[in-house]
C-alpha cells in the first residue's frame, strides 16, 4: 500500500531543486562550520540575559546543507501529519499511488523553494530531544548579499535559534499544545472533491484580488479550521515576534552592526513580496509568515513598553496567557485582560 505521501519523492526532488548555495573552499567552509557552532553557544547566555529567562532544554546543534534541512523538514512532516495522511490513506489504491506522488512532487517542490532561503530552525517535533539547525550555505549567501560583517551576522541568527529554544524551555507544555491544535486542525480538513473545488476556485481569487489576508490558506479554509488557525497564527506571531525582537535588544555590545544588519535584513524581506517570487510566497504562506514576524514584535515591544520583561515574560506561563490574533493584532486587549 502506498503511503499518502511519496516522502522518498519529496526527499530527493526537494534536494534537487535546492541546489548546493555559494561555492566555498573545503577550508572556508570548515571555518565556516565551526564559527556557527562557537556562535551558537555563546547566543544561549546573550539570550538568557536580555529575556531574563533561564530554563534549560536539552538540545542538539547542528549545522547543515541545504539537502539535510529537507531530510529533517519531510521527517518531521510525517510525524506530525498523521491525521491528514490517514484521511488520505482512505481512498482506493489507484487514489493512493498517484495522490501519493502528487503531494510527495508539491513537498518537494516547497522545501527546494524554502530550503534555498531559511537561515535557521529550531526542531522541536523530533523522537528524541529537539534541535537547533543552522542552514550554512544560506547563512553564507546571505551575509554576502547584504554585504555584512560574518561574525555579527551569524551570531546574530543564532540569538534568533537560540531564543526559541528558551522559549520552549521556558513553557515545557507549548510543545503538546502546538501539535494539538495542529492535528486538530488536520482533522478537520474536507476532503469531499465538491468543497475543495469550490475552495480552491476562492483561493484563485483571493491570490488576485487580495480580500483574503491569509491568501490561499485563508481561502482553503472551513470556518472551523479557521478557528484554530486563528490560534496557531496567534502562537508563531508570539514566537517569532519575540525571537526578531530579542536578536536586536541583544544590542551592539554583542552585535556591534546590529542596526545595519537589521535594515538591511528587512530590506530583504519587502524586496521578497514583488514579482513572481512575491507570488510564489504568497502561494506557500510565506508572506503570512513575514507578517507574524511584524505583528508579533509589534505585540512584543508593546508590552514591554507597558511593563517590562517581567510582564512579557507571563505569556510562559500557561496556554491561558498566550495572546489571540486579535491581542496580538490589539496588544492593548492582552494588556487589559491580563
Not at 163 to 178: E, G, K
Request: net charge negative.
Amino acid at each position: 500500500m502506498a503511503d499518502a505521501v511519496d516522502w522518498n519523492l519529496a526527499t530527493a526532488l526537494g534536494s534537487r531543486v535546492v541546489g548546493g548555495g555559494p561555492r566555498l573552499t573545503p577550508e572556508e567552509a570548515n571555518q565556516i562550520v565551526a564559527e556557527l557552532y562557537y556562535l551558537a553557544g555563546e547566543a544561549t547566555p546573550l539570550v538568557q540575559e536580555t529575556t531574563g529567562l533561564d530554563a534549560y532544554l536539552a538540545s542538539e546543534v547542528q549545522v547543515v546543507d541545504r539537502p539535510e534541512w529537507i531530510r529533517s523538514n519531510v521527517d518531521s512532516f510525517k510525524r506530525i501529519s498523521t491525521p491528514l495522511t490517514d484521511k488520505l490513506d482512505a481512498g482506493s489504491a489507484w487514489v493512493r499511488e498517484f495522490g501519493s506522488r502528487a503531494t510527495g512532487v508539491q513537498l518537494g517542490l516547497v522545501l527546494g523553494f524554502v530550503g534555498s532561503r531559511v537561515l535557521g530552525q529550531f526542531e522541536i517535533f523530533t523522537p528524541e530531544q529537539p534541535r537547533l539547525l543552522l542552514v550554512a550555505p544560506n547563512i553564507v549567501n546571505v551575509e554576502r548579499h547584504l554585504e555584512a560583517v560574518p561574525r555579527d551576522f551569524r551570531l546574530w541568527v543564532c540569538v534568533h535559534e537560540q531564543t526559541h529554544r528558551i522559549q520552549f524551555a521556558a513553557a515545557p507544555w507549548l510543545t503538546d499544545y502546538l501539535l494539538t491544535n495542529i492535528h486538530e486542525y488536520m482533522r478537520m480538513a474536507d476532503m469531499t472533491t465538491g468543497e475543495l473545488l469550490g475552495r480552491l476556485t476562492s483561493a484563485v481569487r483571493s491570490i488576485r484580488s487580495e480580500e483574503n489576508p491569509d491568501g490561499i490558506i485563508g481561502a482553503l479554509q472551513t470556518p472551523e479550521q479557521k478557528a484554530v488557525f486563528d490560534r496557531l497564527t496567534a502562537i508563531m506571531s508570539l514566537l517569532e515576534g519575540h525571537a526578531d525582537v530579542v536578536m536586536d535588544e541583544v544590542g551592539p555590545q554583542a552585535i556591534p552592526t546590529v542596526r545595519s544588519i537589521r535594515a538591511a535584513f528587512q530590506q530583504r524581506r519587502a524586496d521578497g513580496t514583488t514579482g513572481w517570487e512575491g507570488l510564489l510566497r504568497r502561494l506557500l504562506g510565506m508572506d503570512l509568515k513575514a507578517r507574524q514576524y511584524a505583528q508579533g514584535a509589534t505585540f512584543v515591544r508593546a508590552v514591554l513598553g507597558d511593563g517590562g520583561m517581567k510582564r512579557l515574560n507571563q505569556v510562559w506561563e500557561g496556554p491561558d496567557n498566550l495572546p489571540s490574533r486579535a491581542e496580538i493584532e490589539d496588544p492593548g486587549l492582552w494588556l487589559r485582560r491580563l
